[in-house]
């Protein structure tokens, strides 16, 4: 499986946007990009994912590189509440379900009021 | 809506001893998952189920057993507890979207610590 790469960990100030980057420079073609996101104490959540065109949902947006090497999830005004641990993870529907999922270390994002 | 509710939240076992962790799902999903979670590290799959009837194994395996009573509900037994199972153990389950994505919903997790 192809593998990511993203920060230990991230700052940003209350209302305003954050940019969470996350490499995957041997993503393969049928790769779908999943964001899920982990509250202190809470399961992982899902977030958003895409394959090659960027997206928007109601929690957050992907912006996806042309190359497909690499993804960034934006938050457009962080909130107290964004602050979790951001999983960028790879899968590919052609090798089978989300037990393919593989959660790394994560970026653990803070939010200072 | 209840969505994926673990029983119980917190444990402590003495070494050898043996317990049930209970999971079940109100969204009717067919499959269900375990994942372990040690401090600052990701989570980790141990058991998954496709569907009801069926289960396999994940990345770490050993230690455990696992039952998929129904379709709801997906229990995780350990047989003689050791210190390395300390964690916190997540059950989740997933909703098939078309063919090529699945969302996976996660439980609050359950803090074990063996002794």
């Known amino acids: 499986d192809a593998k990511t790469t993203q920060p230990n960990s991230m700052e940003s100030n209350e209302e305003e946007p954050v940019h969470l980057p996350c490499n995957h420079s041997?993503?393969?073609?049928?790769?779908?990009i999943h964001w899920y996101r982990q509250l202190p104490s809470q399961g992982p959540e899902y977030v958003i994912h895409?394959?090659?065109s960027n997206v928007n949902n109601r929690m957050a947006s992907l912006a996806i590189a042309e190359d497909r090497k690499s993804s960034t999830l934006i938050l457009h005004r962080a909130t107290l509440r964004d602050a979790a641990v951001y999983y960028c993870?790879?899968?590919?529907?052609?090798?089978?379900?989300?037990?393919?999922?593989?959660f790394g270390k994560g970026t653990k994002l803070t939010v200072n009021p | 809506n209840a969505g994926v509710t673990q029983t119980p939240k917190f444990q402590v076992l003495k070494t050898g001893q043996s317990m049930t962790l209970q999971c079940a799902q109100d969204?009717?999903?067919?499959?269900m998952y375990w994942y372990r979670q040690d401090p600052g590290m990701g989570l980790r799959l141990i058991y998954y189920?496709?569907?009801?009837?069926?289960?396999d194994k994940g990345e770490v395996p050993n230690g455990y057993n696992v039952s998929r009573l129904n379709k709801r509900e997906f229990s995780l037994r350990l047989e003689s507890a050791a210190p390395s199972q300390t964690s916190v153990y997540f059950c989740?389950?997933?909703?098939?979207?078309?063919?090529?994505?699945?969302?996976?919903?996660f439980g609050s997790g359950t803090q074990l610590s063996v002794l």
């Open positions: 895409g394959l090659t």
């Open positions: 969204m009717n999903h067919n499959s």
């Open positions: 993870i790879l899968r590919d529907p052609l090798q089978g379900g989300s037990e393919k999922l593989v």
């Open positions: 189920s496709a569907s009801e009837g069926t289960t």
């Open positions: 041997t993503i393969s073609g049928t790769d779908y």
């Open positions: 989740a389950s997933s909703e098939a979207q078309g063919l090529v994505f699945e969302k996976l919903f």
